[in-house]
Every structure is written in C-alpha cells, then in structure tokens.
C-alpha cells in the first residue's frame, strides 16, 4: 500500500498569499496518478486537480499542480477566500487507493 | 447533472448491521465502477469498496474484507454497501462515489460524489 505523506498539517495565510502544498509518497505514483481533492466543512470532497497537473473541470487556474514519481505539490497562486479548506492528495495508480492525511489552508 | 444521493446511514448496535443505497442519476449507471469511501468527522478519507459496471469484479479494503459486501442493481441504477459485524471504529461518514471507467481498477480520479450517509456504531 502506498503511504501519502502531506505537509504542512496547518498552513495559515492571508488571503492574496500564495500556498504551497506538499504529497510524499511511501513509493513512486505510477504514472503520476496522483489527484488533489478539497474539502469544506460539511461538504463531500471535490476534485480539483488529477493526473498531478490537469485540472478538473470548473477549477480556476489559480490552481496549479505539479511532481512526478514520490513528490507532488499543490500550488495556490494567490488565495482567495473561498479557498480556505482541507486538501488531500490521492495516489489512484495502485490499489488499494490511498489518500493523505490532509493539509487545512486556514485564514491568518 | 450527476446526482449520487446515499440513505441507510444510522443508529446501530456493535455487531449489527446495516445497508447503505446510493441511488444514481444523470449518467449511464451501467457502464460505470461504483465506489465507498469513508471519513471519519473532520480526518482523513479511507477506500472502502469498489464494484466494476456490471458487478463482476468487486475490490474490499483490509480493514472490511469478509464484513461488508458491495453489489449494484442496474436496473434500479443503484449500488449498495451491506455491512456486518459493526463495530465502533466503523462509525464513519460514508461516500458514494462513481468511477471514471467500467472497471473498479479504472485508473481515474474520482470526479462525482455523493453527499454522504453517517453510519454511528454504539450500544
């Protein structure tokens, strides 16, 4: 089973800030099916980025991701304020999927 | 528009049992995989389940295997998670979710989900 690793558990920011938002993996993602999901409070996942770099249908290119093999990074250009949330990478290239533990992306 | 609405989500005793339904709509139900995935409250999300289109291939994780079953009925455009043997740390949110191919194995992102459907295990 492939072990997700995401850091920082916390990022505070402000709102205009960029953020940066890391996925470790226990072995290397193959072919870099690797997707990022956010969460809010009360509300189901969503997608917003797979294939490490593609991003979902809707998604506002303020989102960008990126890294291949073990490493993978969300990048947020510059927050808005309705991109304060929880993110969790997925690896979906092996089974059992596995899912990080979650970065939360509060406000300052 | 996709819709995935779960029900059977409850109150149950351990060792008890209990049926999850997710009815689906806005997609061909029958050509698509149909997963769970579950959450405990504000943590992380674990891959339960998976069923291929037509019910042939079907994918547990560790932790169920031998105590849920996943099955579907096309005709009903549905999917269902029979569950056994509960116990506390079953207490979840639990997430219908539709696959982006036919087989549970399908290599997509999970790009619809339902709402969700608590499940509490307690005497």
């Known amino acids: 089973e492939i072990v997700l690793t995401q850091s920082p558990g916390t990022l505070s920011l402000s709102p205009g800030e960029r953020a940066t938002l890391s996925c470790r993996a226990s072995?290397?993602?193959?072919?870099?099916?690797l997707a990022w999901y956010q969460q809010k409070p009360g509300q189901a996942p969503r997608l917003f980025i797979y294939?490490?770099?593609s991003r979902a249908a809707g998604i506002p290119d303020r989102f960008s991701g990126s890294g291949s093999g073990t490493d993978f990074t969300l990048t947020i250009s510059r927050l808005e304020p309705e991109d304060f949330a929880v993110y969790y990478c997925q690896q979906y290239g092996s089974s059992p999927r596995t899912f990080g533990q979650g970065t939360k992306v509060e406000i300052k | 528009e996709v819709q995935l609405v779960e029900s059977g989500g409850g109150l149950v005793q351990p060792g008890g049992s209990l049926r999850l339904s997710c009815s689906a709509s806005?997609?061909?139900?029958?050509?698509?995989?149909m997963h769970w995935v579950r959450q405990a409250p504000g943590k992380g999300l674990k891959y339960v389940s998976g069923?291929?289109?037509?019910?042939?291939?079907?994918y547990y994780a560790d932790s169920v295997k031998g105590r849920f079953t996943i099955s579907r009925d096309n005709s009903k455009n549905t999917v269902y998670l029979q569950m056994s043997s509960l116990r506390a740390e079953d207490s979840l949110i639990y997430y219908c979710?539709?696959?982006?191919?036919?087989?549970?194995?399908?290599?997509?992102?999970?790009?619809?989900w339902g709402q969700g459907t608590v499940v509490t295990v307690s005497s």
């Open positions: 069923i291929s289109s037509n019910g042939d291939s079907t």
């Open positions: 072995q290397s993602v193959s072919s870099s099916y």
């Open positions: 294939a490490a770099s």
């Open positions: 979710i539709k696959g982006g191919g036919s087989g549970w194995s399908a290599l997509y992102a999970f790009d619809f």
């Open positions: 806005g997609f061909t139900f029958s050509s698509y995989a």
